[in-house]
């Protein structure tokens, strides 16, 4: 039997390995934003040579305007088309995650809810280029057709709905299994204490368990947004890629800061090629005001009770 002395020599050992991988997991978060923000900067305070002269971005025009063209980079457009999508597709995403966790934690037998969990962490495992082909031959084209029988003109059906579309499937996966969890952990014995005060089964489902996970369905919230706010590939095959924007029009193509990112990328060189590590600082910026915002909300709500 190991001594004191030596149980916590060891506790020692241990809590400076995980100290040790705490720095590196945070390094390399460090790394991947300096290098972005340097490269980002570097098209406003450098001069490009090109087929029209000397070219050098305004900072400016970047955050102020709404098209984006060669030499013309403006990011206000894609900035509100990104969180307009965004905010559409997580309030669906959620409506759906709440009511499916809903199912397969209170009302599901179990061998039926063992099937819905396993169906949902595999979509979570699902590449998002399977999700970007997906929307592109099956969405899209859904699209298209019911905009012709509305008698609506749209690019083939690539929209800022099939973008919603297709993030929302993405999404789904990612809160719903979080949701499950969250209200697998309401202890039943509150569950019946309700029951034997009187409340229906619905009520309790509700009220109880719905209310008693409501953090963590908001914390699997933020981590949704966060995902549908970073997904590049599959908005990129199906949003349309538009020059102009805000588009608040869901039959319209629409443009993301991370369509832009990606649309490309590999592609381009100079001030082209620049400027898109400038749109990841914006974006970059924008996942972090979004997390601390919605944690601020999250702490209030946990208060509140």
Same mark, same amino acid.
């Given at each position: 039997?190991? #001594? ?5 020599? %060891? ?5 400076? /390995?995980?100290?040790a !991988?705490?720095? &590196? ?16 900067? /570097? ?7 090109? *087929? ?5 971005? #305004?900072?400016?025009?970047?955050f ?7 030499? %013309? ?7 509100? %088309?990104t969180?307009y ?5 997580s ?18 037998p179990?061998? !039926? *809810? ?6 949902? @962490? !595999?979509?979570?495992?699902?590449? *998002?280029?399977?999700?970007? !082909? ?9 699209? $298209? ?6 008698? =609506? ?17 993405? &999404?789904?996966?990612? &809160? ?13 014995d509150?569950?019946n ?21 409501? #953090?963590?369905?908001?914390? +699997? ?8 706010l970073? @997904? ?9 890629? +538009? ?9 319209? /193509?629409? $443009?993301t800061?991370? #369509? ?6 590999? @592609?381009t060189?100079?001030?082209?090629y620049? =400027?898109?590590?400038?749109?990841? /600082? ?7 005001v979004?997390?601390?915002?919605? %944690?601020?909300? $999250? ?7």
């Amino acid at each position: 039997m190991k #001594s004191p002395e030596k149980k916590l020599k %060891n506790d020692k050992i241990v809590s400076k /390995i995980f100290l040790a !991988l705490a720095i &590196i997991c945070a390094s390399f978060i460090v790394f991947i934003v300096a290098v972005i923000f340097f490269k980002g900067i /570097i098209p406003f305070i450098k001069h490009y040579d090109t *087929s029209n002269g000397s070219f050098r971005a #305004s900072l400016w025009a970047f955050f102020t305007g709404t098209i984006w063209t060669d030499y %013309n980079y403006g990011v206000l457009g894609m900035i509100i %088309n990104t969180v307009y999508i965004v905010a559409i597709a997580s309030f669906i995403a959620l409506l759906i995650s709440v009511l499916a966790s809903l199912f397969v934690v209170r009302i599901a037998p179990k061998r !039926l *809810s063992k099937i819905f969990e396993a169906v949902i @962490e !595999l979509l979570a495992s699902i590449p *998002s280029i399977i999700f970007g !082909l997906f929307g592109q031959g099956f969405i899209c084209p859904m699209i $298209r057709d019911m905009a012709d029988n509305m008698g =609506i003109q749209t690019m083939g059906g690539s929209s800022g709905l099939a973008t919603i579309v297709v993030l929302v499937m993405m &999404i789904i996966p990612t &809160i719903t299994m979080l949701t499950i969890t969250q209200m697998g952990s309401i202890k039943q014995d509150q569950i019946n204490a309700s029951l034997a005060l009187g409340a229906t089964k619905a009520q309790t489902d509700f009220k109880i368990v719905l209310g008693g996970a409501k #953090s963590g369905i908001f914390a +699997a919230l933020i981590l949704g947004i966060g995902r549908a706010l970073g @997904e590049a590939t599959a908005v990129s095959m199906v949003c349309g890629n +538009a020059i102009d924007g805000p588009v608040f029009n869901l039959f319209g /193509i629409t $443009r993301t800061l991370t #369509s832009t990112m990606m649309l490309g990328l590999h @592609e381009t060189t100079g001030v082209d090629y620049d =400027i898109r590590f400038s749109v990841g /600082i914006v974006l970059i910026a924008i996942i972090l005001v979004t997390n601390i915002g919605l %944690n601020k909300i $999250r702490k209030k709500m946990m208060k509140n009770g």
